[in-house]
């Protein structure tokens, strides 16, 4: 391609929307600009890379094999009223309405769509195992789209859907699945790490999210430093060692006056105590019924876990119209004098308290030299809290530590929660009827592009890997009115192509400084500059990577081009 024709609009200026590095070298290098919010046209540059990681994508897939299909974007309600999810999805769900008032929803995923495809079409062990698999865009009504292309409304995502017999093929599909994300990831020239992770709105039970390893991801990982166990933040298991046998608090528990103390550490100062000393209790709804939570107070309550203690669709603190109605008060709410409809659960750490304190469900009052099971009594004790650094590996005894991340890929089992509810069954070997069993794979490739810019850039400008960059190597002549230049150019131009590969020609009558800074902003691999030593038949090879620059000979550039175009693939 010749840089002239190229509709490559590069910027100088840092957007002042933009707020992390990725989204703002790939709006500055020209690869994307902003239509709305959360919603962004792909230029020639961003098009090609999208193109290099569904090229992967497709060709790991279908390794596997998955096979290829294209479902609508548009579904219409009806599928995912069966599922349940037409109530319980949210409002990032993007519902709109037909000429007729007939609902419908723009896909953020397929999961209904492709059951009922397969339920209306297999209906036979004989045809099953089966993995379905498409690229397409999705939307979602992000409440706040941000990072450019990696939280946005509108995105790009291979699903893969896989329908097994038995729970044991589930088994073999999910692991095909993981170890062709590994293979893409790897391929994609990504730094990552699989790790265990809740299903979400998804549902289903076991999971990995693949994670690009990033200090501007939006999510924690908390990994261990002695063995391989690594996990999202709100899936990731805290071991509960039961302490010493507690002593009772002297004088017993005692109802003491707290005009104004809410917070912890407004307890903290008014009692003269540790965090560690209080119980926090919190009120949410889960689907219909309300529930109150306890953790210690220098603990962090983990709303997935505690969403997964009820089973719930949907999990959301108490309001204070609904607080009211219950005639608990906010800021002292406690596990004493509860309506008997509230159910109470406590993190494991709980229950070693002693010499606590407690709201007392009163306004203006807490109880202090509380003593969990001999002051109230709590039925489940589990963990609902969030795992903190140097806490111990639940796997190996090890410490945590923990690092960021952003999920670039997501493998679930689901099961039967879909094929029961939607009815896709098979006929067994006996000829009797049993529910499909599921898995659903998910990689987001718009958001892989940005990951790979945010772990591949310097100061200058974007340092592509070599199996996603949109061209392989940039030619580029310092004077294009130098005759010498300009010919040794085009000819070593035309040269590459034929030898297959990606070639960027600058062939603009531009300064040689705008073409190089133009040239490290979109960085690609190799730069090949023709200056002044053209006459000659010498030319500087540049490594975008490493930096390493060698003058060589015209006729040794192709070897020299092979050897460079292995390593960088290495």
Not at 264 to 278: G, P
Not at 304 to 322: G, P, R, Y
Request: hydrophobic residues 40%; contains cysteine.
């Amino acid at each position: 391609m010749k840089q002239s024709n190229l509709f490559l609009p590069t910027l100088r200026e840092v957007p002042t929307e933009a707020e992390i590095v990725s989204h703002q070298l790939m709006v500055r290098a020209g690869l994307i600009r902003q239509l709305v919010s959360g919603v962004y046209t792909y230029l020639p540059l961003g098009h090609r890379v999208l193109r290099k990681v569904q090229q992967i994508v497709r060709e790991e897939m279908d390794r596997a094999g998955a096979q290829e299909i294209s479902m609508p974007a548009i579904q219409p309600a009806e599928l995912w009223q069966e599922t349940g999810r037409w109530d319980a999805y949210g409002p990032e769900l993007m519902r709109l309405k037909d000429r007729h008032s007939r609902d419908f929803v723009l896909g953020p995923t397929h999961e209904e769509v492709v059951t009922g495809l397969v339920r209306d079409n297999l209906n036979t062990y004989k045809k099953l195992p089966i993995n379905l698999y498409q690229i397409q865009t999705k939307y979602r009504d992000e409440v706040r789209p941000r990072f450019g292309v990696i939280r946005s409304r509108e995105f790009i995502m291979k699903d893969a859907y896989s329908f097994d017999t038995s729970r044991d093929g589930l088994d073999v599909s999910y692991q095909s699945m993981y170890d062709a994300y590994s293979r893409i990831f790897s391929r994609a020239g990504l730094k990552y790490r699989a790790v265990e992770a809740d299903a979400g709105a998804i549902g289903g039970k076991g999971t990995h999210e693949f994670m690009a390893l990033s200090d501007i991801g939006e999510d924690t990982i908390a990994y261990c430093t002695s063995c391989d166990y690594a996990a999202n933040l709100e899936k990731a298991e805290v071991v509960y060692r039961q302490g010493a046998e507690k002593q009772e608090a002297a004088g017993g528990m005692e109802k003491v006056p707290t005009p104004d103390v809410k917070t912890i550490e407004q307890l903290m100062n008014h009692f003269h105590m540790e965090a560690r000393q209080f119980i926090k209790a919190l009120v949410f709804k889960a689907d219909d019924r309300f529930v109150v939570a306890l953790v210690r107070g220098d603990h962090e309550l983990n709303d997935i876990k505690l969403k997964n203690v009820f089973d719930a669709n949907v999990l959301t603190m108490a309001s204070e119209a609904e607080m009211n109605e219950l005639g608990i008060p906010i800021g002292f709410v406690g596990p004493f004098q509860l309506p008997d409809t509230i159910e109470v659960v406590a993190d494991f750490a709980v229950q070693d308290m002693t010499g606590a304190v407690a709201g007392a469900n009163e306004k203006d009052y807490h109880y202090k030299n509380v003593t969990p099971g001999k002051d109230f009594a709590i039925k489940t004790y589990t963990d609902l809290r969030n795992i903190v650094e140097g806490d111990e590996c639940p796997r190996c005894g090890g410490h945590i530590a923990f690092a960021r991340g952003i999920e670039v890929g997501h493998v679930f089992k689901l099961g039967t929660r879909y094929s029961e509810k939607m009815g896709a069954k098979f006929l067994d070997v006996n000829g009797k009827e049993q529910p499909m069993v599921m898995g659903c794979y998910g990689i987001g490739v718009s958001r892989t592009v940005a990951a790979c810019v945010e772990q591949n850039n310097d100061e200058n400008g974007i340092i592509w890997p070599w199996t996603l960059a949109p061209y392989q190597i940039h030619v580029v002549p310092v004077n294009v009115k130098n005759d010498e230049q300009r010919q040794l150019a085009e000819s070593l131009y035309e040269q590459l192509l034929a030898e297959g590969y990606e070639v960027l020609l600058d062939d603009r009558a531009e300064r040689a400084g705008v073409k190089f800074k133009d040239a490290d902003l979109i960085g690609l691999p190799i730069r090949i500059t023709v200056g002044g030593k053209a006459a000659e038949e010498i030319v500087e090879v540049k490594v975008r990577k490493t930096g390493e620059a060698l003058e060589i000979q015209t006729s040794e550039l192709p070897e020299r081009i092979k050897a460079l175009s292995v390593s960088l693939q290495a």
